[in-house]
């Protein structure tokens, strides 16, 4: 990715074949890292290999990125709306043996979370790149249902996380799965992960 002021340009150059390949056909994906960029309206312009070029819009608040590209056969836009996370934002997924054991595990570690100052947070609805919410407000990770999810707005410390599975380990032993991801980037998880 190059930028020159509010001048965006992605250029890719070639496709590569990965090692390990099944033989269905499918569009080749790219991954290019806009967190750094100001809010902001910005022209965008990507080039693949040295024929096509298409160009749009990428609006950046503080809320969302919002891609409006030009229509193309050669380029598709999976997702043009990218939902930011707010800071201080928490996300997981809580599994154990079978659903009703997996529920009491989830309430037990929400307590816990609230207790160290952690409170219930809604998003709108949307694609936040981690996980989805949809139009109901409930939360999608991966193949996880919202009765497996939460989503807590926390304050705390990295330790207090890593003191909760802990105790969640000590009490529910290796069958108890936590994940527990931040907007720093970190992750939390029980050993059984």
Known sequence: MEQAGNQITISLQKIEKADVCLDASGPATAFVDLKNLAEGNYNLTINIGKSMSSLGKLMVTDKAYELDMEASEDLLIDQPVLRRIPDRVIWGTVRYTNQQQTQELRTVLLNSLRNAGAAEKSLPEGDYYYFDVDAVGKLKID???????????FGGSDDQLASILKQVEQTYGAQASVRIYNTAGDEFSTSSF
């Open 143 to 153: 193949s996880e249902g919202a009765e497996n999810t939460f989503l807590m707005e």
